[in-house]
Every structure is written in structure tokens, then in C-alpha cells.
């Protein structure tokens, strides 16, 4: 059966606000010093278990290729934002954990976004009931 009308409208309105979501949260990022690629990089590594990951965790969580995701840590350790830490389990792993400075923007960066965040939020909720 073909989607009606009012399923057209609300696949049009989930689309539209998600790109707004994004047009405004690459926007505060930039304005906070993080590149959207670094904001959703310290984004993945703060909410990760234990607040670390591997490179390897984050391209799968990223849906981006393990060398995609190794450049981004190491620009990112680079400008201060993350360290790398061996693993006393196994000296093969290195954990990725944010410094102060990258708790610090990431923090601004989710505190400026709450509104839109949140709107977003109720809009998906609403399109799920």
C-alpha cells in the first residue's frame, strides 16, 4: 500500500528538523572550536562505557573506516582534545578519554544545543506514538 499523505508530511518534518538539529549544532560547534567531525568524535568517547573507547569501537559507532577514525584522534590529540591511554589488560589497546579541554567544549557545545536537542527529541517521540 502506498504511504498517504499525512505519512509524506511527517517523513517531511522528521527530515527537516533533523537538518536543522544539524545546521545548528555544527554551528555552535564550529563557534566552540570543534569541527563536526571532532564534536561527534568526543560526543562518541564521552558516552561510550567508562567514558573511553578503542578506535576500533569508534568506527563502528561512527559508521565511518578505522582509518577515517584514527586521522580524527589523532587531530583531535593533537589540538588537546583526547588522550591515549595503553590498556594494562592488553598492551595492543589504546583508550581514547577526553582531557579537560575536550570535556570542556564538548560540554558547552551540549549545553548550547539543549533547546534544539530537545525540540528534536519531542518531535521523534510524537512521529514514534
Request: hydrophobic fraction near 45%.
Amino acid at each position: 500500500m502506498d504511504p498517504s499523505l499525512e505519512e509524506f508530511h511527517e517523513a517531511a518534518a522528521v527530515r527537516a528538523a533533523l537538518r536543522k538539529f544539524m545546521r545548528s549544532s555544527e554551528r555552535i560547534a564550529r563557534e566552540e572550536g570543534l569541527t563536526p567531525s571532532r564534536h561527534l568524535l568526543l560526543l562518541m568517547i564521552k558516552t561510550a562505557d567508562g567514558a573511553r573507547s578503542t578506535v576500533t569501537e569508534l568506527a563502528e559507532r561512527m559508521q565511518l573506516t578505522q582509518s577515517t577514525v584514527t586521522e580524527l584522534v589523532t587531530r583531535a590529540e593533537a589540538a588537546g582534545l583526547l588522550r591515549r591511554e595503553q590498556s594494562v589488560d592488553d598492551a595492543r589497546v589504546f583508550w581514547l578519554r577526553l582531557t579537560a579541554n575536550g570535556e570542556a567544549r564538548l560540554a558547552r557545545t551540549v549545553g548550547r544545543i539543549g533547546r534544539e536537542r530537545k525540540r528534536l527529541l519531542e518531535l521523534l517521540h510524537l512521529e514514534a506514538a
